[in-house]
């Protein structure tokens, strides 16, 4: 009954469009006045206690790194120097796109805000080329979701507190993973490209004009080498590295490309602050709610159920796959790491699965969820941007999940894409 209460009320709530933080919050509470397993205060110390946590601080710093780096310049410098590149080949502005949403995803950690970074700029931009603007809108939306797989990634520094598993070994295992799906997504593009007819820049770049590129980009594709050579070289943990990353993009922001003014500021805090008070009040809400199922034993019953099904690893990574595309569907991100790694890591571990393999094939099925409705924020974000209506949107994205679905396939059945370069680096 406690059980049947916790996810009902949950469930009730979040059809009347509460947000998911406090519907978390809120059923915790109805639970906990019915069930009494436990006080009242048990919620308000879960609060405290789920963020008091020194990695966690990274979270908002990463957050603010990201809304300066979005307002300072880079993401436009960043398409400047992905089309020195790839902009004079068939749907070279579609793959340009891709691309910068790659150098960005490595830059802010988040994959709204590498949509609403890049899309202000590519949407209108591949509109003038003659794109579609259906297909320029699904392109940044869909590779926007990478900004959670390629790091920093700020899913992965919650994965990796709720795993109790290293950060820097997460943000080095996403690094493949990322690019491989970044080249599926690039390809689609290129075939539909073609097929469509979209021509790259005609417009021969001198050397000459193609090396003020590459100089005038080189500050903002140093933040992640910046951010993962200090994590990985030990100098910094994620916290400082997201600390130096807040300073790094207010400097080359204000002083360098000097696109940042003083009075950005304010409005730059507000968002940040704004963002990251969300975050951390899901963090806050859905650790009170895995506690409360872990105290009614339901990871052990998922556990069980799921494993008496088959015990053939195949089977139970498909099932876990499937649910997770399902909970990505309708569930924010941390909420969902917070509540099922309780639940899903220890079934992934009997099976032999790496837990940080395990977390990054989690964080790509949870990236599928920003382009899959009814949640499908990067969706959102894409359609205030260009102005297409979501179902249109979504229908456009289609191809680009199946190259996401893809990805994630080689992901899952090959662990080395994950963690090759952890063996490498130790």
Known sequence: MTTLILFGSFAILL?????????????????????????????????????????LMAVPFFILAGEIMGKGGI????????????????????????????????????????????GGIMI????????????????????????????????????????????GDLFIAGVIPGIVIGILLMAWAYIYSRKMGYTGVKEKMSVKDKWKVINDSK???????????????????????????????LIIGMFVYKEVKIKDIAPIMYESALTSATILLIIGTASTFGKILTLEQIPQMVAEGILSISDSPFIVLLLINLLLLFVGMIMDTTAAIILLTPILLPIATKIGVDPIHFGIIMIVNLAIGFITPPVGVNLFVGSSISGIRMEVLAKASLPFMFSMLLGLTLIVVIPELSLFLIDIFK
Do not use: H
């Open 75 to 118: 993401s436009k410098r960043l398409f400047e120097l992905a089309n020195v590149f790839v902009g004079r080949f068939t749907g070279g502005f579609a793959m340009a796109a891709v691309l910068t949403c790659m150098f960005f995803a490595a830059i802010s950690g988040s994959g709204p805000a590498t949509v609403a970074a890049v």
């Open 124 to 167: 209108p931009a591949m509109v003038s080329y003659g794109y579609d603007k259906k297909f320029a809108t699904a392109v940044v939306a869909c590779s926007g979701a990478l900004g959670i797989i390629i790091p920093p990634s700020i899913p992965m520094v919650v994965y990796g507190v709720s795993a109790s598993q290293s950060i």
């Open 15 to 55: 059809f009347l469009s509460v947000p998911i933080g406090i519907a978390l919050g809120m059923a915790s509470l109805i639970t906990l006045f019915y069930s009494e397993i436990t006080s009242l205060e048990y919620l308000a110390q879960t609060l405290v206690s789920a963020t008091d946590s020194f990695t």
């Open 219 to 249: 500050w903002a594709v140093f933040v992640p080498i910046l951010i993962l050579g200090g994590i990985y070289g030990g100098i910094l943990t994620p916290t400082e590295a997201a600390v130096i990353a807040v300073v790094y993009a």
